[in-house]
């Protein structure tokens, strides 16, 4: 049988060909573009966020199952956009060629590298004692600007960018799967409990309706010592405490 593939470009994401389970074709209405999202042990990855963006801005967004796998139905053929995230790994995003309604594909296979919680000499304590120290700063500290969940989820964001958009010194610019957040003009520093997240914007990593608590810190000042940046910038620094155990 010969089987028809998409055309992937992508980044450093993994991403192969699962081998069809069934010899016998059969025909659906509709084009799905389905597969499963692994770890690098290739553990299924379940509630993996995927948004797929098609012709005409259109843009859609799936969760994985507990099996890892992911499906989008009635996919128009043509070029389209895959975004992958999940709290604790770094996000993927590629490019696809979806084939004509006629054509067999195979599922897609896209791995996801975990997050090293390089911490260095910084303890990451109990969820308790992380929310602890948040409400603590907020009551005390007069530098940084905070939000907690229920002042988050009463905003009602989409993205968490969206909460950024009346904050004094932040500048939030959109995108299709989310948007980028600069402080003063620069790329601010991101935690998310406790563990530094390089290379990637809030959007790519954490939902709204993920965050138990949010602290901001428009410039280098004020940052509470143990998330100052060893490299001195004059950027300043997002940290976000999460819902998830």
Same mark, same amino acid.
């Given at each position: 049988?010969?089987?028809?593939?998409?055309?992937?470009?992508?980044?450093?994401?993994?991403?192969?060909?699962?081998?069809?389970?069934?010899?016998?074709?059969?025909?659906?209405?509709?084009?799905?573009?389905?597969?499963?999202?692994?770890?690098?042990?290739?553990?299924?990855?379940?509630?993996?966020?995927?948004?797929?963006?098609?012709?005409?801005?259109?843009?859609?967004?799936?969760?994985?199952?507990?099996?890892?796998? %992911?499906?989008?139905?009635?996919?128009?053929?043509?070029?389209? &956009?895959?975004?992958? !995230?999940?709290?604790?790994?770094?996000?993927?995003? #590629?490019?696809?060629?979806?084939?004509?309604?006629?054509?067999?594909? &195979?599922?897609?296979?896209?791995?996801?590298?975990?997050?090293?919680?390089?911490?260095?000499?910084?303890?990451?304590?109990?969820?308790?004692?992380?929310?602890?120290? %948040?409400?603590?700063?907020?009551?005390?500290?007069?530098?940084?600007? %905070?939000?907690?969940?229920?002042?988050?989820?009463?905003?009602?964001?989409?993205?968490?960018?969206?909460?950024?958009?009346?904050?004094?010194?932040?500048?939030?610019?959109?995108?299709?799967?989310?948007?980028?957040? +600069?402080?003063?003009?620069?790329?601010? !520093? #991101?935690?998310?409990?406790?563990?530094?997240? &390089?290379?990637?914007?809030?959007?790519?990593?954490?939902?709204?309706?993920?965050?138990?608590? #949010?602290?901001?810190?428009?410039?280098?000042?004020?940052?509470?010592?143990?998330?100052?940046?060893?490299?001195?910038?004059?950027?300043?620094?997002?940290?976000?405490?999460? +819902?998830?155990?």
């Amino acid at each position: 049988m010969l089987f028809r593939t998409f055309i992937v470009a992508c980044g450093p994401a993994l991403v192969t060909a699962i081998p069809a389970r069934s010899q016998t074709p059969q025909h659906v209405s509709g084009h799905s573009v389905n597969g499963i999202v692994l770890d690098a042990a290739r553990a299924p990855i379940s509630d993996a966020q995927l948004r797929m963006q098609t012709g005409g801005d259109s843009t859609r967004m799936v969760r994985t199952g507990p099996d890892g796998r %992911f499906a989008f139905a009635d996919v128009p053929p043509g070029e389209a &956009r895959l975004s992958v !995230k999940r709290l604790g790994y770094a996000p993927r995003s #590629l490019q696809l060629a979806v084939l004509p309604e006629d054509s067999e594909t &195979r599922p897609l296979e896209i791995a996801l590298d975990a997050i090293p919680a390089a911490l260095g000499d910084l303890v990451v304590i109990g969820r308790h004692s992380r929310l602890q120290e %948040f409400d603590e700063r907020r009551t005390r500290h007069s530098s940084g600007q %905070f939000m907690t969940g229920d002042e988050i989820r009463s905003l009602n964001p989409r993205f968490s960018s969206d909460l950024f958009r009346r904050v004094a010194g932040a500048s939030v610019r959109g995108g299709h799967f989310g948007s980028t957040i +600069r402080l003063r003009g620069c790329r601010p !520093k #991101l935690w998310i409990d406790g563990v530094p997240v &390089r290379d990637a914007e809030l959007d790519e990593v954490v939902n709204p309706s993920e965050i138990a608590g #949010l602290e901001i810190y428009a410039s280098t000042a004020g940052i509470p010592p143990e998330y100052m940046d060893r490299e001195p910038r004059p950027c300043g620094v997002i940290v976000v405490w999460t +819902r998830i155990e």
